[in-house]
């Protein structure tokens, strides 16, 4: 069975940092785009940023460009986002997922469960 599972979130205050982290089981993760996306409460889901396998970021949102890095490890089958200089606004559950291709697409077939993080004082 295909699995992402994404961990990290938490609660942090308005200008701290987390890092989120997206697992794969059942998937070779190095051979695949992932993305990172993100819901608020009552808004739609948004793309946060994407890397293809091979470590080419496709994108960042605006609202998290010169504050979020996509990475990933290849020899630990892991992708991470980190997060810096924390808003209010950037409070969301966060996904990972993968278009079961090298490049970043537009359809996603695997997603994650999700991490809450909430950006609070």
């Known amino acids: 069975q295909v699995q992402l599972v994404e961990s990290g979130g938490g609660l942090v205050q308005p200008g701290g940092s987390l890092r989120l982290s997206c697992a794969a089981s059942?998937?070779?993760?190095?051979?695949?785009?992932i993305g990172w996306f993100r819901q608020a409460p009552g808004k739609e889901r948004e793309g946060v940023s994407c890397?293809?396998?091979?470590?080419?970021?496709?994108y960042y949102a605006d609202s998290v460009k010169g504050r979020f890095t996509i990475s990933r490890d290849n020899a630990k089958n892991m992708v991470y986002l980190q997060m810096n200089s924390l808003k209010p606004e950037d409070t969301a559950v966060y996904y990972c997922?993968?278009?079961?291709?090298?490049?970043?697409?537009?359809?996603?077939?695997?997603w994650g469960q999700g991490t809450q993080v909430t950006v609070s004082s």
């Open positions: 997922a993968t278009p079961h291709r090298r490049t970043c697409s537009s359809e996603y077939a695997t």
């Open positions: 059942g998937l070779f993760l190095p051979y695949y785009a």
């Open positions: 890397i293809s396998s091979s470590g080419v970021v496709s």
